[in-house]
């Protein structure tokens, strides 16, 4: 008889992306763990965005010289040592007790950039002292005004470099493992960045927590003023056609990020890596362009650099290592990804990030 399969537990023990989710689901509560894992309605988007990966295949050059490959490029204008951009995800501190601030010093140490999350379990200021990577803040379309004052004005000071402003949570997409389990955040996790700037918000659901400050009626005339607060650049999150990528450069965007998060919000949405050079030949330069949805090899970041995306932005997947290992997991399922892209540049006859052909990628 064989021996049972051993799942690897451990950081240490992981070989690729797939065996932290595994370590994750075992290590989560089953209602924390469909919050993460879970998408909108049928979850068809959230499949899609994967399943687009793998129609995508590489045509590798050979006999190039690559002993010497190039991860480091710029982003907005400031030096990355690798295209990777932690994306924005709320409540780490419900995963593990490391939280965000475990979340960040993972990847300043493996050269990633972090989105901190507006929704965190983590005052946004406490989480820019534990680490020196680069650091961007999101906002939601928040209802009252206030709000993007007070947090604009907090990130600018903490030394943020970029706001990202999440358009496409006019209202929560239907999750309906959520709604199942009745989702509610555990005791002792609290929206720490909310609660801390506005007394008074309801406890409970996490839903209830986003409804209380959603404004579905921000439109793009609304950019301008949430420009004027501060002189970071502002990047579009959740953008999915052309004509809203052309929208968010005349409205001064300086990064639209191709998002369908996660397909946690609208389902039948289309998966980002079909959508995204339509979006890059509408905005022809104008803006730098990060894509999220399903990355989880380094492969598929190669595929999207190819395709005219300049970085690439994965949201489950450092949670899936936090979960299952805190800092030490966070760190090891990005560092995979690092790993992974150098070994897929060598093999593709790549020579740098910055300048990967489109003619790399064919679809099957
Ligand atoms: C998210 N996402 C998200 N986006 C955002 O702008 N603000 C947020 O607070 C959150 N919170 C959040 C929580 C969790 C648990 C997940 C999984 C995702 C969306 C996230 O930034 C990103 O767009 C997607 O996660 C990308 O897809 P993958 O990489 O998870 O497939």
Same mark, same amino acid.
């Given at each position: 008889m064989s021996a049972p399969v051993q799942l690897p537990t451990h950081p240490a023990q992981w070989i690729n992306v797939a065996d932290a989710e595994a370590a994750a689901k075992v290590a989560l509560p089953?209602?924390?763990?469909?919050?993460?894992?879970?998408?909108?309605?049928?979850?068809?988007?959230?499949?899609?965005?994967?399943?687009?990966f793998a129609r995508r295949l590489l045509r590798p050059r050979m006999l190039v010289d690559v002993?010497?490959?190039?991860?480091?490029?710029?982003?907005?204008?400031?030096?990355?040592?690798?295209?990777?951009?932690?994306?924005?995800?709320?409540?780490?501190?419900?995963?593990?007790?490391?939280?965000e601030a475990g979340t960040y010093r993972a990847a300043s140490r493996v050269g990633a950039l972090m989105t901190v999350s507006s929704a965190g379990s983590t005052p946004l200021e406490e989480v820019a002292q534990a680490a020196d990577g680069m650091r961007w803040f999101q906002l939601y379309c928040f209802r009252e005004r206030a709000m993007y004052g007070t947090f604009v004005e907090a990130a600018a000071a903490a030394g943020y470099r970029a706001l990202v402003l999440t358009a496409d949570v006019q209202i929560l997409g239907r999750r309906e493992r959520d709604m199942r389990n009745n989702f509610v955040l555990p005791a002792g996790v609290r929206m720490a960045n909310f609660e801390r700037r506005f007394a008074g918000l309801p406890d409970g659901t996490a839903h209830a927590h986003l409804m209380n400050v959603a404004n579905p009626a921000i439109t793009w005339d609304d950019l301008a003023w949430i420009r004027s607060l501060s002189d &970071?650049?502002?990047?579009?999150? *959740?953008?999915?056609?052309?004509?809203? =990528?052309? !929208?968010?450069?005349e409205h001064g965007a300086a990064a639209i990020w191709v998002s369908n998060h996660g397909g946690r919000q609208l389902d039948c949405a289309p998966a980002t890596l079909d959508i995204l050079e339509e979006i890059v030949e509408a905005v022809d330069g104008r803006a730098e362009i990060v894509l999220d949805g399903g990355v989880r090899r380094g492969t598929d970041i190669l595929k999207a650099l190819a395709l005219g995306a300049r970085?690439?932005?994965?949201?489950?997947?450092? &949670?899936?290592?936090?979960?299952? *290992?805190?800092?030490?997991?966070?760190? =090891?399922? !990005?560092?995979?990804?690092?790993?992974?892209?150098?070994?897929?540049?060598?093999?593709?006859?790549?020579?740098?990030?910055?300048?990967?052909?489109?003619?790399l990628v064919k679809t099957a």
């Open positions: 089953p209602a924390i763990w469909d919050y993460i894992a879970g998408g909108a309605e049928d979850e068809q988007t959230m499949h899609a965005n994967r399943a687009a002993s010497a490959v190039e991860t480091a490029t710029t982003l907005l204008d400031a030096p990355v040592a690798f295209p990777l951009i932690v994306a924005p995800s709320s409540l780490h501190r419900m995963y593990h007790p490391d939280g &970071l650049p502002l990047v579009v999150k *959740g953008i999915l056609t052309a004509e809203d =990528a052309r !929208l968010a450069v970085a690439v932005a994965v949201g489950r997947v450092p &949670l899936y290592g936090l979960a299952a *290992g805190g800092e030490a997991g966070a760190f =090891a399922v !990005l560092e995979m990804l690092r790993n992974e892209l150098q070994t897929a540049m060598m093999l593709c006859g790549v020579l740098s990030v910055a300048s990967v052909p489109r003619s």
